[in-house]
């Protein structure tokens, strides 16, 4: 059953960001963590943005998706390793109960990151993001199915603003084969899907994990499966390959630490901002992936594709500025 919020609610929302954002200047929030908060945003976008693109060039010029994955998950082992060793994080042991669940959300990340590699492999940078702004969405539908959370009005109006945008910009976009669209649309089910499962795992499910643990050990669970595929890919001789092609290997390098430093800078900032103030930040780095792209990997753009796009972008806004914001308490809990 959808529920019924006012209309004003997106306005009120707003000026009730601007409003919190005034309050901690007036509480006497130094200079120092406002440069604190603005370079891991700065980080954070550039991370973000970064990884988009490189991992489309590298989908184009080394089609080898299994020995990517492998090697940006090694690197996410070995920094996460190393940040636990220096006393920066703590990485909890698996309990036994702990290991199904985990295995399952492995074998669900391998099919993300699948699903990722393949989608830019066989569309444009703008096309990517535009069905990937679905996702907040789908995981709302999701959640609302399996974890019964209700929906309301505006998320509703902004998940068919943002559908609308996605149907107008994906049929302008004639580069767009069919097999692509079906992996953009896939990796976005796909990440909805995991999101509420773990959404699941770290509530209803009462594991007792926090992110970065749910995190870690996801990734190291899902390399024997990676390894497997890997195998039957080429490896370890897509290694020589790769390793014959310096240009592509340095960026598979720099894409694994974009990756890490893609959680740790969110982590970071999830304890300075608030969640909204993190989700229109999100917005704005896919625009401004889009924008690079132009430049970077140019295809092409109608007009009414970029009307398709602003309209998507839109009712991306329109969510995340009609959510209620959740106790800071609450937060660190699930966290």
Same mark, same amino acid.
């Given at each position: 059953t959808v529920s019924h919020r006012p209309s004003v609610h997106l306005k009120a929302a707003f000026w009730q960001l601007l409003h919190n954002m005034a309050q901690a200047n007036e509480d006497g929030v130094s200079g120092g963590k406002a440069v604190k908060v603005l370079l891991l945003f700065l980080g954070h976008a550039s991370c973000s943005i970064f990884l988009v693109l490189c991992n489309k060039t590298i989908s184009s010029a080394f089609p080898y998706a299994w020995t990517v994955v492998f090697l940006q998950n090694v690197g996410t082992i070995v920094c996460s390793a190393g940040l636990h060793a220096l006393g920066k994080v703590v990485l909890r042991p698996l309990q036994r109960h702990q290991v199904f669940p985990l295995i399952l959300?492995?074998?669900?990340?391998? !099919?993300?990151?699948?699903?990722?590699? &393949?989608?830019?492999?066989?569309?444009?940078?703008?096309?990517?993001?535009?069905?990937?702004? /679905?996702?907040?969405?789908?995981?709302? @539908?999701?959640?609302?199915?399996?974890?019964?959370?209700?929906?309301?009005?505006?998320?509703?109006?902004?998940?068919?603003?943002?559908?609308?945008?996605?149907?107008?910009?994906?049929?302008?976009?004639?580069?767009?084969?069919?097999?692509?669209?079906?992996?953009?649309?896939?990796?976005?089910?796909?990440?909805?899907?995991?999101?509420?499962?773990?959404?699941?795992?770290? *509530? *209803?499910?009462?594991?007792?994990?926090?992110?970065?643990?749910?995190?870690?050990?996801?990734?190291?669970?899902?390399?024997?499966?990676?390894?497997?595929?890997?195998?039957?890919?080429? /490896?370890?001789? *897509?290694?020589?390959?790769?390793?014959?092609?310096?240009?592509?290997?340095?960026?598979?390098?720099?894409?694994?630490?974009?990756?890490?430093? @893609?959680?740790?800078?969110?982590?970071?900032?999830?304890?300075?901002?608030? !969640?909204?103030? @993190?989700?229109?930040?999100?917005?704005?780095? &896919?625009?401004?992936?889009?924008?690079?792209s132009r430049l970077t990997h140019p295809s092409e753009l109608t007009q009414m594709g970029l009307v398709g796009y602003a309209v998507c972008t839109s009712g991306c806004l329109v969510y995340t500025l009609t959510r209620k914001q959740a106790p800071k308490s609450s937060d660190k809990k699930e966290k």
């Open positions: 959300d492995a074998c669900w990340l391998v !099919a993300v990151l699948w699903s990722s590699f &393949k989608a830019l492999e066989e569309v444009s940078v703008p096309l990517y993001v535009v069905v990937r702004n /679905m996702v907040p969405f789908l995981t709302a @539908i999701c959640e609302r199915v399996a974890l019964k959370k209700p929906m309301d009005t505006m998320l509703v109006v902004a998940l068919l603003i943002t559908f609308a945008g996605t149907i107008l910009y994906s049929l302008t976009d004639f580069t767009v084969l069919l097999n692509g669209a079906m992996f953009a649309v896939s990796n976005a089910l796909l990440v909805a899907g995991m999101c509420t499962y773990e959404r699941y795992l770290m *509530t *209803t499910a009462n594991l007792g994990m926090s992110a970065i643990d749910i995190n870690f050990h996801r990734v190291t669970l899902s390399m024997p499966l990676i390894l497997i595929l890997g195998y039957c890919e080429g /490896m370890p001789g *897509t290694f020589f390959a790769l390793a014959s092609r310096r240009f592509e290997a340095g960026l598979v390098l720099a894409s694994a630490g974009a990756a890490f430093g @893609i959680g740790t800078l969110l982590l970071a900032l999830q304890a300075e901002v608030s !969640a909204t103030t @993190i989700q229109v930040a999100n917005v704005a780095y &896919k625009c401004a992936t889009t924008a690079v």
